[in-house]
C-alpha cells in the first residue's frame, strides 16, 4: 500500500450516542462498505471528487489517504490534502436529536418554521443544515462562523460544500424513495484535496451515517424505522438514554453501555442487509 492510500476496514461494530454497544452485529460491516462502495460510484460517475478507489473485499475498500490534523491553528486558506474536522447533517423531518432539543426547549421550534410544536415525523418547512464537531470526543453543534474558525474553510468553500451536500441527498432522494424509502437525515464529511477542492470521505448513505423511514407506512401516519435508530430506540425504551444523558448534564460518571439482547442483534443484522439491499437498487442482498 503506498503512503497516499489507505484500506479502509469496515467491522461488525456498532456505536450509538458516542459508545460503542457491546455486542457485534453480524454482517454490519459488509453492509456498510457494499453501501458506501455503491454511493461513490454513483458520485463519481457525477463527476464529484470522493476518497474511494476500490472495493477489495466484503469488508475493505481503497481509498485516498488525506492528513488529519487536530491542531486547528495549522489549517488556513492554505492547507491541502486534509480531513476538514466537521460534519455536515441535513435534516428533512423532525427527529433524532432535533426533537430532543425541541422537546426539551433547548431550541424554539419556530427557528425552524413551526408556528406550533411539531410532533416526532413531522417534515420540516425546509430542509435544516447543521455542522458539528468531527474530532472531539462529544459532537457539538457549530455556527457558521464557529466551524470557518477551526476548519480552515473559506465562507465561499463553506457554501459550496452545503450546496454539494443538498445535492447529493437529491440524488440519494430519487434512487431511494423508488425501494419504498424516505430519507430523513444524515451527514457527511469532506477533505481537501491536493488542489484545495472538497471531496467526500469516509461513508454516507448508510444505515449508520443516515436515517431512513419506510414510505408507505409514514404514508399511513405510522414510523418503521430502518436505520441505527432502530438500536437507539432500543437504548431509549429501556431508560438508558435519559440516564446517559442526565449523567453528562450533571457531570456524573456515565453508566456503562449493556449488551443488546440476542433477539436484537438478529433484528440489528436483518435490518441491515435489507436496507443495503433497498439502498443499492437490489445490487447486494
Not at 6 to 11: A, G, I, Q, V
Not at 95 to 100: H, K, Q, R
Not at 150 to 163: A, M, Q, R
Amino acid at each position: 500500500m503506498s503512503k497516499d492510500r489507505l484500506e479502509f476496514l469496515f467491522t461488525d461494530n456498532i456505536s450509538v450516542f458516542d459508545k460503542v454497544v457491546p455486542n457485534e452485529i453480524p454482517r454490519k460491516g459488509e453492509t456498510l462498505c457494499k453501501t458506501s462502495s455503491y454511493w461513490f460510484e454513483k458520485l463519481e460517475g457525477l463527476g464529484y471528487k470522493t476518497h474511494f478507489i476500490d472495493r477489495i473485499d466484503d469488508k475493505q475498500m481503497e481509498v485516498r489517504r488525506v492528513e488529519v490534523i487536530g491542531d486547528y491553528d495549522k489549517l488556513d486558506e492554505e492547507t491541502t490534502d486534509y480531513l476538514i474536522p466537521l460534519e455536515f447533517i441535513a435534516r428533512y423531518f423532525v427527529a433524532g436529536s432535533l426533537y430532543d432539543k425541541i422537546e426539551r426547549g433547548e431550541v424554539d421550534h419556530e427557528t425552524y418554521g413551526f408556528s406550533e410544536k411539531p410532533e416526532y415525523g413531522d417534515m420540516l418547512p425546509e430542509p435544516c443544515f447543521e455542522v458539528t464537531t468531527k474530532l472531539e470526543e462529544y459532537d457539538k453543534r457549530l455556527t457558521m462562523e464557529e466551524a470557518l474558525s477551526i476548519s480552515g474553510l473559506t465562507e465561499v468553500e463553506f457554501f459550496k460544500i452545503k450546496e454539494m451536500v443538498f445535492a447529493i441527498d437529491e440524488m440519494i432522494k430519487e434512487n431511494v424513495e423508488k425501494n419504498d424509502l424516505l430519507h430523513v437525515d444524515g451527514k457527511k464529511e469532506f477533505a481537501m484535496d491536493e488542489n484545495r477542492e472538497p471531496m467526500v470521505i469516509d461513508t454516507f448513505g448508510t444505515a449508520d451515517e443516515d436515517r431512513w423511514w419506510v414510505k408507505e407506512e409514514y404514508q399511513k401516519g405510522d414510523i418503521v424505522q430502518k436505520s441505527k435508530e432502530f438500536v437507539r430506540q432500543y437504548y431509549r425504551k429501556i431508560g438508558y438514554h435519559e440516564e446517559l444523558m442526565e449523567a453528562r448534564r450533571n457531570g456524573r460518571e456515565e453508566p456503562p453501555l449493556p449488551p443488546l439482547p440476542p433477539d436484537v442483534v438478529e433484528e440489528t443484522t436483518e435490518l441491515y442487509v435489507d436496507i443495503m439491499s433497498k439502498l443499492t437498487d437490489g445490487r447486494f442482498r
